[in-house]
């Protein structure tokens, strides 16, 4: 299924892509008032998209005994348009697609139908496949929604991806972009030397999902193919949980990192700032106790601006690490400049209406 140009040019130009996730209510039921509360933030925020369905937003709504999956895409889907329709923005949409090869159909059709523009695909659910196998699960899911690629890391239920797999998904035209998520430096450069090799760096848009290394992969020009007229290889933008949180700050960071990668300016500054929202991601997403708490950390920080009422997920069991809590008072307290707050403050009664 091809991707439309607006599509593809607007991910070479570079978004901020949030990972989004899943307002609750005590009860755990979805509070659709807070959930597309979260979406008029994004899209107030500057974001260029969101991404639905997604590791951020619990793999858990896929069971029948919740059954949410169709409802949260709905309700981001219905945020997004209206957004569009009031400001002129066109945004693009993600829907995570996971599972084996009839679940992963199965929900990339419904992603296409309710009109969704890429198709997030995981690979976490076929870690014993073949790169054969894996790359006929992929052409099957690409016949029906355009794909965004993900290497996910192994830590939260993705599977090692290699050069070889990244370099032959790459000959699939469906593909529009990747995002690169294995928190490892050798696993990343495995994807930016396939697109090198591929001759594909000006058509196939890098994404970082690399929590612990956002501003590097920003910055960073990696190498390029042999030609030479061979485009850059360079990350165009991020799709990230991290960028859940704090949104409007990421809009401002990624045009600054932007501009210096143009410029050469500002660089250490950034790379400076970069290790300071590392530690942030750290206490976050709970790096600390294998990643144990991400989802209640990001809940935390949206829950402290009154986005949502509580971190409820919908195991009853997933809860802040021992000692999270005051983690994230500590990083919200040293580093302000990379909070919203008063964004959110100025616009949340309005997003929540």
């Not at 895409?73 to 957004?83: E, G, I, K, P, Q």
Request: hydrophobic share 45%.
């Amino acid at each position: 299924m091809a991707v439309s140009e607006q599509v593809r040019a607007a991910l070479r130009r570079g978004l901020v892509i949030p990972a989004h996730p899943l307002a609750l209510t005590a009860e755990r039921r979805l509070d659709e008032r807070r959930q597309t509360a979260l979406t008029r933030y994004y899209c107030d925020a500057g974001a260029g998209g969101v991404a639905v369905g997604v590791h951020t937003t619990q793999f858990a709504i896929r069971e029948a005994k919740v059954g949410l999956l169709e409802p949260v895409l709905r309700l981001a889907l219905s945020a997004v348009r209206a957004h569009g329709e009031r400001t002129g923005t066109r945004l693009v949409t993600v829907a995570g697609v996971c599972g084996p090869t009839p679940q992963a159909v199965v929900e990339a059709e419904l992603a296409r139908a309710l009109g969704y523009d890429l198709g997030l695909l995981s690979l976490g659910a076929l870690g014993a496949a073949t790169n054969e196998e894996l790359l006929a699960h992929c052409r099957r899911v690409a016949e029906v929604i355009p794909l965004f690629g993900f290497y996910l890391q192994p830590a939260v239920g993705g599977r090692v991806l290699d050069y070889g797999f990244w370099r032959a998904l790459l000959e699939l035209e469906d593909v529009a972009a990747i995002k690169v998520a294995p928190f490892n430096r050798y696993q990343t450069l495995d994807v930016t030397r396939a697109v090198a090799a591929s001759g594909r760096a000006s058509e196939v848009a890098l994404y970082t999902g690399n929590d612990d290394s956002i501003v590097a992969d920003l910055l960073t020009t990696f190498p390029a193919g042999a030609g030479a007229d061979q485009a850059p290889v360079r990350f165009a933008g991020g799709l990230l949980g991290q960028w859940a949180v704090w949104t409007s700050q990421a809009v401002g960071l990624l045009s600054r990192a932007r501009a210096a990668r143009q410029s050469g300016k500002d660089v250490v500054d950034l790379l400076a700032e970069g290790a300071q929202l590392t530690d942030a991601n750290a206490v976050i997403f709970d790096a600390s106790h294998a990643f144990a708490g991400c989802i209640p950390g990001i809940h935390e920080v949206l829950r402290a601006q009154g986005l949502l009422a509580g971190r409820w997920c919908l195991d009853p069991h997933e809860e802040l690490s021992p000692g999270q809590l005051e983690e994230i008072q500590r990083v919200r307290t040293a580093y302000p400049r990379l909070a919203d707050d008063a964004f959110v403050h100025e616009n949340r009664d309005r997003w929540l209406a």
